[in-house]
């Protein structure tokens, strides 16, 4: 709560702040302090869109309300301490809200988009749709073993979104199988060593409407290259 109100832009800032003084010595330091640590803290927030996102509050307004109440002057306060927390329950619960529309918009436009290019994709020479809708485009065939559920595989691969994004990219890079989106587990699964592919799968084959971290957005089709080098089988169960 105390973050939210206080977390502001600077825009509307004017040079009325009152003048410090140190007849309290040590105390009066301290108290000056203070103001400017929460002042540098807060003031960080206002290019993070992190309360209103590209919007910028009214600092003399923060500050009309922060002043008369850490003065404990209820006289000029426009609301009582119940109604500011009650408006930022009821705005922070509207920001949520919209956000998540924000969110759902852009899953459904980047299945939409996905949805076009895997049509268009698949109309590749070479690409093959398997039943689950993962897209394989051999590059290289393999000769060696091929990895079986449970295995441990060693792999070069290159991670991006349909529009060209990388966003992740490994060499000699070991892994199990069982660890990794269905897609790419079921296109290594179709690999033998030495092979090289290109996967193309929709978000429900990797990330899902959750996406991954700030690189991924929910809702979106990836494509990975991927070259298999070395098949680890599981250990042998013990009877």
Same mark, same amino acid.
């Given at each position: 709560?105390?973050?939210?109100?206080?977390?502001?832009g600077?825009?509307?800032?004017n040079n009325?702040a009152?003048?410090?003084?140190?007849?309290?010595?040590?105390?009066?330091?301290?108290?000056?302090?203070? *103001?400017v640590m929460?002042?540098t803290?807060y003031?960080n927030?206002?290019?993070?869109?992190?309360?209103?996102?590209?919007?910028? @509050?009214?600092?003399?307004?923060f500050?009309?309300g922060?002043?008369?109440?850490i003065?404990?002057?209820?006289?000029k306060? #426009?609301m009582?301490?119940?109604?500011?927390?009650s408006?930022?329950q009821?705005? !922070? @619960?509207?920001?949520r809200?919209?956000m #998540?529309e924000?969110? !759902?918009?852009?899953?459904?436009e980047?299945?939409? $988009? *996905?949805?076009?290019f895997m049509a #268009?994709n698949?109309?590749?020479?070479g690409?093959v /749709?398997?039943e689950?809708?993962?897209?394989?485009?051999?590059?290289?065939?393999?000769?060696?073993?091929q990895?079986k559920d *449970?295995?441990?595989?060693? &792999?070069?691969?290159k991670?991006t979104?349909?529009?060209g994004t990388?966003f992740?990219a490994?060499?000699?890079?070991?892994f199990s199988?069982?660890g &990794?989106?269905?897609?790419?587990?079921?296109g290594?699964?179709?690999?033998k060593e %030495?092979g $090289? &592919?290109?996967l193309?799968?929709?978000?429900?084959?990797?990330y899902?409407?959750? %996406?991954?971290?700030?690189?991924i957005?929910g809702?979106s089709?990836l494509?990975f290259?991927?070259e298999?080098? $070395? /098949?680890?089988p599981a250990?042998? $169960?013990k009877?």
């Amino acid at each position: 709560m105390v973050v939210a109100a206080l977390a502001c832009g600077l825009s509307s800032c004017n040079n009325g702040a009152p003048k410090a003084t140190y007849a309290q010595g040590d105390l009066d330091t301290l108290a000056y302090a203070y *103001g400017v640590m929460f002042g540098t803290q807060y003031s960080n927030f206002q290019d993070t869109g992190i309360v209103v996102p590209e919007k910028v @509050m009214n600092l003399d307004n923060f500050l009309s309300g922060f002043i008369n109440a850490i003065r404990r002057d209820s006289a000029k306060l #426009e609301m009582t301490p119940d109604e500011a927390q009650s408006f930022l329950q009821a705005f !922070q @619960m509207k920001m949520r809200q919209e956000m #998540e529309e924000k969110r !759902q918009a852009e899953i459904k436009e980047n299945k939409t $988009k *996905g949805a076009d290019f895997m049509a #268009e994709n698949a109309k590749k020479e070479g690409v093959v /749709v398997t039943e689950s809708g993962l897209q394989i485009e051999t590059i290289k065939e393999g000769t060696g073993k091929q990895a079986k559920d *449970g295995d441990k595989v060693l &792999v070069n691969y290159k991670g991006t979104l349909i529009d060209g994004t990388q966003f992740d990219a490994n060499d000699s890079t070991e892994f199990s199988v069982n660890g &990794v989106v269905k897609g790419f587990k079921e296109g290594i699964l179709s690999m033998k060593e %030495g092979g $090289k &592919v290109k996967l193309t799968m929709p978000s429900d084959l990797a990330y899902g409407d959750r %996406g991954a971290g700030q690189n991924i957005p929910g809702g979106s089709t990836l494509q990975f290259d991927v070259e298999l080098l $070395k /098949v680890i089988p599981a250990p042998a $169960k013990k009877k």
